[in-house]
């Protein structure tokens, strides 16, 4: 297995990417870990912790300028359009997402790469899945995010396997950050409750009470994305499509985590066209392959996890930071 020592991270202006981006620099160096987006970093840490640049997913120029810059052998693709954004704009979605994938996927190939990383999404699940869903299923995705999941794993392995790049994947549950806003997903209610917990003690939230998704703190989620990326080659019974889970709650039981905390905080609900994506998905997963393969371990729970992010949020709301 190659060792990695340069990666580069494209989408790392993302909710994902910024944040790991953060960690692979404290790992690896800030000078060994360049970071790539089409908008402004979201905070100066990103920006000025090490290499920033502004590139296209899309165009295939534009990203192997920096591999060659850069002397990249390992590459985390985090650059897509979510699920919310992309039913607006199906057409995008799909082009961003699939042709990005494509070109990262050859320059892979092109530069012998160490690693390449492509994670994947609970959207790639749809109707008729159990409600803990398996790790082999029939895929039939609601969303056009998910018809490019589902895409962007089969190709992921057809490289594996009939040209031999080393490429990675896992399948993101719904992210919670105290760090960073979301950016146009189905689960977005999950992070925004807190925020609107600590600034209004109420929120509107835009699926039913009843609506249980699995869910990953971003400290478990970082985690889970760099023991895929450092696991050895050779114990990796799978590729690009490893379900990884950590909790699965409803939104009352996460209004009544809060509550714990914030006793007067109060909530009702106005699901809009993302309640019928959040129905079409599972109410968690089995990800016993992640533990067996590379030991995949989740470290918070939903009071563990809310306890932290409340805290870290009221102490930027006290600084007037929210």
């Not at 082999?136 to 790049?165: F, N, Q, S, W």
């Not at 699926?207 to 080659?233: G, H, Q, S």
């Amino acid at each position: 297995m190659k060792e990695i020592k340069n990666i580069l991270v494209t989408g790392a202006v993302g909710q994902i990417g910024s944040e790991l981006t953060i960690a692979l620099r404290q790992k690896y160096g800030a000078e060994h870990v360049i970071a790539t987006g089409r908008k402004t970093p979201p905070s100066k840490e990103l920006e000025e912790s090490g290499p920033f640049h502004y590139i296209d997913v899309n165009s295939v120029e534009s990203v192997e300028e920096m591999i060659t810059k850069y002397s990249i052998d390992t590459v985390v693709h985090m650059a897509a359009i979510l699920s919310a954004v992309g039913e607006k704009n199906p057409t995008l979605c799909w082009d961003v997402n699939m042709n990005g994938t494509l070109n990262i996927l050859n320059l892979g190939l092109k530069h012998d790469m160490a690693r390449v990383i492509i994670p994947s999404s609970i959207a790639v699940w749809g109707p008729g899945t159990p409600a803990i869903a398996p790790q082999e299923i029939a895929l039939h995705p609601t969303t056009m995010y998910g018809v490019t999941k589902v895409c962007g794993e089969v190709l992921a392995d057809y490289y594996v396997r009939k040209k031999g790049l080393d490429s990675r994947g896992l399948r993101y549950p719904g992210i919670i950050s105290s760090e960073t806003l979301p950016g146009g997903g189905t689960t977005d209610y999950a992070v925004a409750i807190y925020y609107e917990a600590v600034k209004n003690k109420h929120y509107t939230c835009f699926v039913r009470e009843d609506t249980r998704l699995p869910m990953m703190y971003m400290p478990d989620c970082i985690k889970a994305t760099m023991d895929l990326m450092e696991a050895p080659f050779e114990k990796l019974t799978r590729y690009n499509d490893y379900n990884v889970g950590s909790m699965s709650f409803t939104v009352k039981d996460l209004a009544d985590s809060i509550k714990k905390v914030i006793p007067d905080f109060t909530i009702d609900y106005a699901p809009d066209f993302r309640q019928d994506i959040a129905d079409s998905w599972p109410d968690a997963v089995d990800d016993s392959a992640a533990r067996a393969d590379w030991g995949w371990n989740p470290s918070y729970d939903l009071d563990s996890m809310t306890r932290d992010m409340l805290e870290k949020l009221s102490a930027r709301h006290a600084k007037g930071l929210l």
